[in-house]
């Protein structure tokens, strides 16, 4: 039938085909690739091997040097992962976009620094024709563009002694996110530029300790500090959103208690240890699961979230709270779940909304979680799970994870690495991305021996590891910021809400936390770099922070 058309004309009439196949009727699994209902013996066409070879070269025309084609959509692939894709030749160099990287595979594009295949592909060999993009390596430099980004967006009084507000999350919104600005004033914290986190920190005290507050007051009588009113933060400012997370204050304590520990603040530890206090009386549950509630303000509310409660068991730690550590802790070791016959792992998102404090278990959605894999890991989450095998339950949930939620996008020119929020979602999300690559080195040095009796997870970790930290410098490199998502169209959670193709305040923080937390596989891990980690220089504890003046809270509260 399509004997001695032209392949453009070929593969358009091969997609009618497909289009008819669709809307028949009689039978809903007739496939244009046989061309045949097997339901009902329609033949919808017998195609001969001239006109599927001139459909085939059509479709690759479009693939740009991608190895596989499908002549059912016209998509292009990496990989042949259905058995009807056409094999296209792939005459493009993967070293084309590897940025100075020395090997890359010819099948995934993929670039490493290592020739861990026997089939990957030296660069060095190569003979590059044109200009190649040039990539700073140097950590140092890509840590100053991300410190001078982010001073950029401080607006200081006239007399420069507080901000005016807090960093904005997007460019092109009037957003400015508590969670955001708190990661901000960590990696500030961990930059030594303590005035700037300071400042972000008294907008926050000024917020809290108010007598008609934006968020949710609590009664006073079980804080630390003694005050007469405190209100936990709500989640933005600005375009503002008044839900009220527990998630999003825990990370406003760590970054309390981060300064305290890096300036000797008591005052600034005891604001640390209101918080928890807050979040522990408004939000605590005492049944056999442990942990906190997921929200005072907003929907839904009686949640218990796993990944807040990652949060929370971090600053408990940091904060020298055993019994609240440990209860967070006990709540997200719950959260284990296996799947696939036991093969793969991964931590449930939480329990059900509803009663207070009620223990059902919420497999919503079907799909996996990224965060509550990598943040459970760079924080130790599970690590004292009941059996004593914490470290090997968290290993197989990442192992789980680096095969469900990787991704690649490609944005102005460079191919990117990195994973997406969930497996149900589109497109990397460069937060999580920053994340992943800190919890991976994390796991590494920590962790070894859960990937001892694994060489292929080891290898697995390490390999992501690289692409995704690469990818990240490469952003950096080339922006001197961090985008929320390069994704066409932003990248879809899968649960609701897409993070757009914008520079993004937290994905940038993230970034450079990662950058001083391990900047290369050849460089050591500092665990000074990891926002869950216990801080080099101990916080003061509650009695010590007592014994010290509120200056901190009076000054801005008069």
């Not at 070879?53 to 499908?70: I, L, N, Q």
């Amino acid at each position: 039938m399509l004997a001695g058309l032209s392949a453009e004309v070929a593969f358009i009439t091969w997609n009618m085909l497909l289009v008819a196949c669709l809307a028949t009727p009689r039978d809903a699994n007739c496939s244009i690739v046989s061309g045949k209902c097997p339901n009902t013996g329609y033949l919808l066409v017998q195609l001969n091997t001239k006109a599927r070879t001139a459909a085939a070269e059509s479709c690759c025309t479009r693939c740009g040097g991608m190895p596989f084609c499908s002549l059912d959509s016209g998509n292009c692939y990496g990989s042949k992962r259905k058995d009807y894709y056409e094999s296209c030749p792939v005459t493009v160099s993967c070293c084309a976009q590897c940025d100075g990287l020395p090997f890359c595979s010819p099948v995934s594009k993929h670039c490493y620094a290592s020739k861990r295949k026997d089939y990957y592909t030296n660069c060095s060999s190569e003979v590059q024709s044109g200009p190649q993009p040039a990539l700073p390596v140097d950590p140092e430099a890509l840590l100053n563009s991300v410190d001078s980004w982010m001073l950029a967006r401080m607006r200081w009084t006239p007399d420069r002694q507080q901000l005016t507000g807090l960093l904005k999350t997007y460019d092109g919104f009037d957003r400015h996110d508590a969670y955001d600005n708190a990661l901000a004033a960590i990696y500030l914290t961990m930059r030594g530029k303590l005035r700037e986190a300071k400042a972000i920190l008294d907008f926050f005290i000024r917020e809290m300790y108010v007598g008609t507050p934006q968020g949710v007051a609590l009664e006073t009588d079980s804080l630390p500090s003694n005050r007469s009113q405190f209100a936990l933060l709500i989640a933005s400012y600005g375009d503002m959103d008044t839900a009220v997370d527990v998630g999003n204050n825990a990370w406003v304590g760590i970054a309390f208690a981060r300064y305290a520990a890096a300036s000797g603040s008591g005052c600034y530890a005891l604001v640390a240890h209101d918080i928890l206090a807050a979040i522990h009386h408004g939000r605590g549950c005492d049944d056999g699961l442990g942990g906190f509630m997921q929200r005072l303000r907003g929907h839904p509310q009686n949640t218990r979230s796993t990944e807040h409660n990652i949060d929370m068991k971090s600053l408990a730690r940091m904060l020298h709270d055993e019994a609240l550590q440990a209860s967070a802790e006990s709540f997200i070791s719950s959260m284990h779940h296996e799947y696939s016959g036991g093969e793969r792992a991964k931590y449930l998102i939480g329990t059900d909304n509803g009663e207070p404090c009620n223990a059902n278990r919420n497999h919503w959605p079907s799909g996996f979680i990224t965060d509550t894999t990598f943040w459970n890991v760079l924080a130790d989450g599970d690590v004292n799970a009941p059996n004593g095998d914490g470290p090997q339950r968290m290993a197989k949930a990442m192992g789980s994870a680096l095969q469900e939620v990787d991704a690649t996008d490609v944005f102005e020119g460079h191919t990117y690495h990195g994973v997406r929020f969930t497996s149900l979602g589109s497109g990397i999300q460069w937060e999580n991305t920053a994340s992943a690559a800190l919890a991976m080195a994390h796991l590494l040095r920590t962790y070894p021996q859960t990937l001892d009796a694994d060489p292929n997870l080891r290898e697995l970790v390490q390999q992501r590891l690289d692409e995704y930290r690469n990818s990240i410098k490469t952003m950096l490199s080339k922006y001197g910021f961090m985008y929320a998502s390069v994704h066409e169209g932003g990248s879809d959670t899968g649960i609701g809400w897409t993070y757009f193709v914008k520079p993004h305040l937290a994905a940038t923080a993230w970034a450079g936390m990662m950058l001083v937390h391990q900047s290369g596989s050849d460089v050591s891990v500092s665990e000074a770099g990891n926002p869950y980690a216990v801080p080099p220089q101990p916080v003061p504890y509650k009695v010590d922070a007592l014994s010290e003046s509120q200056h901190c809270i009076d000054i801005h509260n008069r």
